[in-house]
């Protein structure tokens, strides 16, 4: 019963994501269902974002008023590794909580976008909170 929750919530998850006239979303309608071929769209995406976020900290790190509460980039590389490292983990931990199904490179991949996507969204989030409190 909790397997199937858990499907049933990344399936309206994915079916509400896929609605979006993105390149991922486009990718995802042109798939018809294959897991496979979203394994590569899962994939580009994550690249996608980890470029997107990347840009950030680099913005981040080019910041005074960052650089002023923070030790810079010292610290934006250790954060940012930091977060890679837990994503893998918790990554590797839902692919092998979903074995047996025959398609765990599916949840990575989809484990690999949705985490990456969150930590995109927290620090545009985060970027746009600092400078609403510097205005």
């Known amino acids: 019963m909790k397997k199937n929750l858990v499907a049933f919530s990344l399936a ?30 899962n994939q580009d995406e994550t690249r996608r974002l980890m470029r997107e976020i990347n840009n950030t900290y680099a913005k981040l790190a080019r910041d005074p008023h960052f650089n002023r509460l923070n030790t810079g980039k010292t610290s934006l590389n250790e954060q940012f590794k930091s977060w890679q490292e837990y994503r893998n983990s918790y990554c590797s931990y839902w692919e092998k909580a979903q074995s047996g199904y025959g398609d765990e490179e599916y949840h990575r991949a989809e484990c690999m976008r949705l985490v990456t996507q969150k930590h995109y969204d927290d620090l545009e989030n985060l970027i746009e909170m600092a400078y609403a409190i510097r205005e």
């Open 12 to 41: 309206l998850l994915l079916s509400s994501q896929s609605v979006q006239a993105s390149d991922y979303g486009l990718c995802i309608n042109r798939s018809k269902g294959d897991w496979r071929k979203q394994v590569v769209c």
